[in-house]
């Protein structure tokens, strides 16, 4: 499976970002899908992630209330809004893909990678 990552941006704090997340290839809609994020000079952390199957939801306590992830399964497509942006929000982006998994929150547990989106908040 294919994922390409899309809507990163450069904003202020307090402002709103929606990340996509567009799945093709055999199968795509059969996949748990996941966000991670990296920040300079930090490891690729956990923000979210869904389940393949009843859509379960999980979360990063650090973006709890503030992110959610959804999927449309017409379009193959993740998204994760993201409201309420802080600076240290700022981290390239990434989401993967788990075949029939049920939303790990670890990066090892995921086999496709896209290539990130850029978020920048600024203070």
Same mark, same amino acid.
């Given at each position: 499976?294919? !994922?390409?990552?899309s809507? +990163?941006g450069? *904003?202020?704090? +307090? &402002?709103?970002?929606?990340?996509? @997340?567009?799945?093709s290839g055999?199968?795509?809609s059969? #996949?748990?899908?996941g966000?991670?994020?990296q ?5 690729r952390?956990? =923000?979210?992630?869904?389940?393949? %199957?009843?859509?379960?939801? /999980? /979360?990063? &306590?650090? *973006?709890? +209330?503030?992110f959610t992830?959804s999927r &449309? $399964?017409?379009? %193959?497509? *993740?998204?994760?809004q993201?409201?309420? !942006?802080?600076?240290e929000d700022?981290? =390239? #982006?990434? @989401?993967?893909? &788990?075949y029939? +998994?049920l939303g790990?929150? /670890?990066?090892?547990? /995921?086999? #496709?990678w896209?290539?990130?989106?850029q *978020?920048?908040v600024? $203070?």
């Open positions: 499976v294919q !994922l390409q990552a809507g +990163g450069l *904003v202020q704090a +307090g &402002d709103s970002l929606r990340l996509s @997340c567009a799945a055999r199968a795509s059969s #996949y748990a899908m966000w991670f994020r920040a300079p000079g930090k490891e952390e956990f =923000v979210a992630a869904i389940s393949w %199957n009843v859509g379960n939801t /999980y /979360y990063a &306590d650090s *973006v709890k +209330g503030r992830i &449309d $399964s017409t379009k %193959n497509t *993740v998204y994760l993201m409201n309420s !942006l802080k600076p700022t981290a =390239v #982006y990434y @989401c993967a893909a &788990d029939r +998994g790990k929150t /670890y990066s090892f547990g /995921y086999e #496709y896209g290539q990130g989106t *978020v920048t600024s $203070s």
